[in-house]
C-alpha cells in the first residue's frame, strides 16, 4: 500500500514504509523488484538495519551490502538524505547509528529537503523531516 501526498510536488509523490528485521537475509533482486513496482515519483523511508561502512557504520551486514550495491545501478533511485548522518539511538550503549534512513525517486533530491529532527520525540530514531522550498506566488 502507497499513501499518496500531492502538496509536496506538481504530481503525487508515492510514500512507502518498509521494515527489514536485522538478521532477514535480502538480496539484491528483492530490492530490484520492490523499488520497480513503486509508481514514481516515490520516497521509501524506513528502518532497514543496514549497516555498511559507505556511510559511517562500523561493520557491513547482508542489507547494507545490497543496498550499496543496489543504488550506484539504479539511476532512478537515490538516497536523498545523507545516509551517514545519525538517524538510531542504542540506549543501551549510547551510540548512534544509521541503520534507518530513505530511498527515493532521483529527481525529487533537487526539490525537496531531508532533514533530521533534533529530538529524539519519545523514540530511539529521529524522525525524517521531507519539506518543500516555498514558492513565490505569481
Avoid: M, R
Amino acid at each position: 500500500n502507497w499513501l499518496f501526498i500531492p502538496l509536496l510536488s506538481s504530481s503525487p509523490i508515492a510514500f512507502t514504509s518498509i521494515y527489514i528485521p536485522p538478521k532477514q537475509s535480502t538480496y539484491l533482486q528483492d530490492v530490484h523488484t520492490f523499488v520497480s513496482n513503486l509508481p514514481h515519483p516515490n520516497i521509501i523511508c524506513g528502518d532497514f538495519n543496514v549497516h555498511n561502512t559507505t556511510w559511517g557504520s562500523k561493520s557491513n551486514n547482508n542489507i547494507g551490502n545490497v543496498i550499496d550495491t543496489f543504488l550506484p545501478n539504479e539511476p532512478n533511485t537515490t538516497f536523498p538524505d545523507t545516509p551517514s548522518t545519525p538517524i538510531h539511538f542504542n540506549a543501551f550503549n549510547g551510540s548512534f547509528t544509521s541503520i534507518d534512513f530513505s530511498l527515493g525517486s532521483s529527481y525529487l533530491t533537487l526539490t525537496l529537503h531531508w532533514n533530521a529532527h533534533p529530538d529524539l520525540c519519545n523514540n530511539d530514531q529521529f524522525p525524517i523531516l521531507i519539506s518543500s522550498p516555498p514558492t513565490n506566488p505569481s
